[in-house]
């Protein structure tokens, strides 16, 4: 059975707010021979920002994969896929930040990122677990979900500040 594992919720509406926060003003300060331009610029990275967050996992009982859209492809990121059986281990490596990355290492001594801002994390580490025999007790979210809240809380704060600043 294909199970589909789509980037977290929190962590998509965080950067979407983030973006629209960082740009509504610009279109309505922009100069009048520029105001078409970046309005046009504005929805074109409107839909990046959309593109590049929808990535997501596949799993079934032959294989894991890892998805990434049009987009995310030409700025460098890459699909990949590993069968079961040729997943070794999964290492830990710490970000700066203090939290911990996971890579699949596999029989070929490759190394393939673990997403961690997956929705049903759990459930997918489950199935991980269930086809590699691996325990994955350690593993979890990336960053606490409080981070993306705030984040998006901060930017929605940010877009009504700046409509009130516009209208008055």
Not at 52 to 71: A, G, P, Q
Request: aromatic residues 16%.
């Amino acid at each position: 059975m294909i199970e589909n594992f789509k980037t977290l919720f929190f962590v998509k509406s965080s950067l979407i707010t983030l973006y629209l926060a960082l740009t509504i003003p610009i279109p309505f300060i922009s100069t009048h021979q520029l105001k078409v331009f970046s309005i046009i610029a504005f929805f074109l990275g409107l839909y990046l920002i959309i593109d590049i967050t929808s990535d997501h996992v596949e799993t079934c009982n032959k294989k894991i994969s890892y998805k990434t859209s049009f987009i995310s492809k030409i700025l460098g990121r890459k699909n990949w896929e590993i069968s079961w059986k040729d997943i070794k281990l999964i290492k830990s490596l710490p970000t700066s930040q203090g939290s911990e990355v996971y890579y699949f290492n596999t029989n070929k001594g490759e190394n393939f990122l673990i997403p961690q801002r997956v929705e049903n994390f759990e459930k997918l580490l489950v199935i991980v677990s269930k086809n590699t025999g691996i325990e994955i007790n350690n593993i979890t979210y990336l960053s606490p979900f409080w981070t993306y809240k705030l984040l998006t809380l901060i930017s929605v704060f940010m877009i009504i500040w700046e409509l009130f600043a516009f209208l008055n």
